[in-house]
């Protein structure tokens, strides 16, 4: 070989770039991007209410004046349909037939600073009376309707 | 002429630097917001009142009660942490001892409640009842009987 001929074949191995090779990384990186899109739940929009439960066996409050507890019953009828029925103080005449109403029921009639004509004080007794046989559905219904118009002293009864 | 030949043509190859940039980001992003499905959650469909004013759940450790859905509106008994109890009253007492043994390890514990918006009441207010026996057991004057409500807001 003559001297041209060596520092030519010298510089085409010299000319061979080093480099990792990265084809079996791009690949485990795929497969935990795939996993990791199919895998993933993005989490629903779950919700709490807080309830606090009544303490059973706790003395009475000797001097606290018994107050008439509004409560309203609700059951379901058929799948969907639920019936409302009030029962207590303000709960004369046609009462109201959806949650809805129900909530604007409350809403005026709780006393504020702002509006007249309020008779239940914030922490009012308020009594979610379901049967048996309603559904959770509708019992929250008249839970949240209730939460909703700023009632603060919410119980469930028995069914 | 000679000259011309040695002149080789460069490789043609593809960047695969940002590429690969973009993927390990979406990789960390999926890490890092993906969580765990928690095994603790049975899938229920629950409620969704309208106009909802429940609220967004707090960081504090909290124990989750699901009521099991059956057929119809009936349900088929109780799960929390894993572990099932019936829907009888050997079953509940069993969950109200379980439970008061977690106050006592934990009085700030929460407790949420699960249940499928078909389900009747009657399957979901003894679970009150055992939270308020759990709180009673546990001996702890600071473990207040409390409930979280558990709902989907839908919008």
Redesign the interface.
Known sequence: MTRTGQSASRRRRCGARLGLNLTSMIDVVFLLLVYFMAATEFKTGEEIYRLDLPERGRAADPFELPRDPLRIGVTTVGRDEYVLRLSGPQSAGPGPATFEELFVFLETRRRSDRAAGGVFEADHPIIVAPTGRTSWDHTMGVFNAAVRARYTNITFSAP | MSRDR?I?PEPIAAN?TPM?DV??L??IF??V???I?EVENVDLD??H?????????GEQSRVVIN?LRGAG?DSIGYRMSNRRYMADTAGLEALARSLAAMYRQNPALGV?LR????????W??PV?QA??AA??LSGRDDV??????????DD
């Open positions: 040695s080789q695969l690969i993927t390990f979406l990789i999926f890490v917001v993906s969580q499905v629950l409620p009142p309208q106009e909802a004013a429940s609220e967004l759940p009521v509106g949420n249940a499928d918006r078909r389900t009747d009441y009657r979901v207010e009150f939270v308020s709180a009673r207040k009987g409390r409930v979280n409500l558990v709902v989907v807001r």
